[in-house]
């Protein structure tokens, strides 16, 4: 079966109110916490590259990345974004069928017109996508290349969450279609407009905790 050549990379998560709300990420400043849920019981080299993936595409725009699993209660994040791992997030995983139709590989949820910091990655359907590419790598490099192709779906949601914005960029990561391609390609990132657009954020984030504890 021949896999698609693209698939929409992210599906905005549209709710009514209603919805668990975390503090907005733009107002604060410090590492980026990225609380981690679903299928992590095991620290597979998948996790670890994902992670690793992540943390190379944000870091030209000054935004540093702690990850977590569990949370203390009463514990406050100063920017924080919760991401589920959905489906089964092994290289050796089951291969899902694509569908005709495009589905997405991640997905960020949207309240009245709102982004908020929540976001979902599907690693049966990453899987799925890029299965012809995994199949022709070496066993020790699949867990690599699995998730960096994760990562890279992450980087998108993370884009949104950290921009608010429900808009698309027209090149690199932030586009809304990716190609298996793309997912595994050695170097992949950010347009520049895009890298400027996220360290603006921070810049921002820096400069409002500065000034404020001048007060």
């Known amino acids: 079966m021949r896999c698609r050549s693209a698939l929409l990379l992210v599906s905005l998560w549209l709710r009514t109110a209603g919805a668990q709300t975390l503090p907005d990420t733009a107002h604060f400043s410090g590492p980026l916490t990225i609380v981690l849920r679903g299928d992590i019981a095991d620290r597979s080299g998948v996790l670890n590259a994902m992670e690793r993936e992540v943390e190379s595409l ?18 406050v994040y100063e920017r924080v974004a919760v991401v589920r791992l959905s489906g089964t997030c092994r290289a050796d995983g089951p291969v899902a069928i694509l569908g005709a139709q495009a589905e997405p590989l991640g997905r960020t949820q949207v309240v009245d017109g709102k982004v908020l910091p929540f976001a979902e990655v ?13 199949a022709f790598q070496p066993s020790y490099e699949r867990e690599d290349v699995f998730g960096r192709a994760l990562g890279r779906v992450l980087a998108h949601e993370l884009y949104h969450i950290l921009l608010r914005t429900t808009s698309h960029g027209t090149t690199g990561l932030a586009r809304p279609v990716q190609s298996s391609a793309d997912l595994v390609a050695d170097r992949d990132g950010f347009a520049p407009a895009d890298e400027r657009k996220l360290s603006e954020v921070s810049s921002v984030e820096a400069t409002e905790t500065s000034t404020s504890s001048e007060r």
């Open 122 to 134: 599907r690693c049966d359907s990453v899987r799925a996508l890029i299965a012809r590419h995994l």
């Open 58 to 75: 944000v870091a030209p725009s000054s935004i540093r990345v702690t990850w977590v699993s569990t949370t203390n209660r009463g514990q």
